[in-house]
């Protein structure tokens, strides 16, 4: 069965420093989605991408982070200057279609731990 | 703004109990619902989506969740726990042009042998 895939399992970085967090969705899908989950609080959506584009962000997605599809296979988030808030597991999702009738498939995270 | 309500945050049944999770939303369109489950350190698992029809919708792991317009809910039930069900359950709105998914704060369900 395709599955979203997400490497590393963990990070450990230090504040400050620069961290890119990968994901590889299904091969057949078009829309890709950042979320993140603080430890012990709600999944919070980040970003949502397509057409090599970003098509919507949230509040918390500010200037620190950048997504990219750098080849046809993977999507990134790059966080520039990590903060220790930025602590969390981040999940990666893709999706087939922009209609209603569509469901997102997400990958087992990667947990980011900023020390 | 959309938004999801899980208000029990923790759960804890016994094994072969029957389970109901609630979960009220505020959308101003049809919502598409969702039920995802994430185990220990796992990712996220969809358990059950609406979309439209049928409001007694069946998913996954012989769980199931009905939708009610008029109570702006639509909660998660199974009819008989099993120990592998302790999980934390999130309830889901997707919202917006892009299909966003707006969660939930999630339910820790534990369950006693």
């Known amino acids: 069965e395709p599955e979203v895939t997400q490497t590393p399992s963990h990070q450990v970085t230090q504040m400050g420093q620069e961290v890119i967090l990968r994901c590889v969705p299904i091969s057949n899908h078009l829309y890709f989605y950042w979320y993140r989950q603080i430890l012990g609080q709600k999944v919070e959506f980040l970003v949502s991408f397509y057409n090599n584009e970003i098509s919507e962000k949230s509040e918390i997605f500010d200037d620190q982070f950048s997504v990219e599809r750098p080849d046809g296979s993977n999507f990134t988030l790059k966080i520039r200057s990590t903060k220790l808030e930025d602590s969390a597991m981040y999940f990666c999702?893709?999706?087939?279609?922009?209609?209603?009738?569509?469901?997102?498939?997400f990958g087992q995270g990667t947990r980011l731990t900023v020390v | 703004a959309q938004s999801v309500t899980q208000p029990d945050i923790h759960i804890t049944v016994s094994e072969g109990a029957s389970l109901e999770l609630r979960c009220n939303y505020s959308?101003?369109?049809?919502?598409?619902l969702f039920w995802y489950v994430q185990s220990p350190g796992q990712g996220l698992q969809l358990l059950l989506k609406?979309?439209?029809?049928?409001?007694l919708v069946q998913g996954i792991k012989g769980f199931e969740a009905e939708f009610k317009r008029s109570q702006s809910s639509f909660n998660l039930r199974k009819p008989s726990v099993h120990w592998s069900d302790a999980a934390e359950y999130f309830c889901?709105?997707?919202?917006?042009?892009?299909?966003?998914?707006?969660f939930g704060t999630g339910t820790l369900l534990a369950v006693q042998p």
């Open positions: 959308y101003g369109a049809t919502p598409y």
């Open positions: 609406y979309f439209s029809g049928d409001t």
């Open positions: 889901a709105v997707m919202s917006g042009a892009t299909n966003k998914l707006i």
């Open positions: 999702a893709s999706s087939e279609a922009r209609s209603g009738d569509t469901e997102a498939f």
